[in-house]
């Protein structure tokens, strides 16, 4: 009896989410240009590290792009710094790193990145969180048809879920 009770706090204090997300992303790439972007994200509260103040937040998302002649698919894990500003409202900034493949007119190469973001978070109820989403993300330069090229981008996203 006592490791589930121990077991269903520890649910409690990571206080998990899932979500969708849909929104822009914009490369850095010449000749691709901002187009509909989309993608999950499973988040939760950081347990080995809180600060005072606010709670640090970790999620994991994958998101994909697909204008021709660009295709990315871009797996992150970010860490924002949450704080509550208003009653049920959210906000938060943190950095992030990432893998990315990208397909560049026929060739495909994995790329890792880092990126800096913002978020912030409104909760419907006690389960349901709306929210939108900003970050930057900088990758690392790989060959693609004889060209050094890096998949720079900054996104926007709105996102629906539900936390536990």
């Keep these: ?9 520890m649910v409690r204090d990571l206080s998990p989410g899932i979500a969708v997300m849909g929104g822009v992303i914009d490369p850095e790439l010449s000749g691709a240009s901002s187009d509909w972007g989309y993608g999950v994200e499973a988040s939760a509260d950081c ?15 994958i998101t994909r792009y697909d204008d021709r002649p660009l295709r990315m698919t871009s797996t992150e ?5 949450m704080f509550e ?47 939108v989403e900003a970050r930057y993300q900088f990758t690392e330069s790989e060959r693609f048809h004889g ?11 709105g996102k629906v879920g539900i936390r536990m």
């Design 1 to 9: 009896m006592a490791g589930g009770v121990a077991q269903a706090d």
């Design 47 to 61: 347990l080995l590290l809180q600060p005072a103040q606010g709670v640090l937040r970790h999620q994991l998302s």
């Design 77 to 81: 894990l970010n860490t924002h710094w």
């Design 85 to 131: 500003v208003a009653p049920r409202l959210e906000i938060g900034a943190g950095p992030g790193i990432s893998y990315m493949r990208a397909r560049l007119g026929g060739e495909t190469n994995g790329l890792w990145g880092a990126q800096v973001g913002g978020s912030m978070n409104y909760t419907l109820d006690n389960n349901v969180f709306m929210g």
């Design 147 to 157: 060209v050094s090229e890096d998949m720079d981008n900054y996104r926007v996203m």
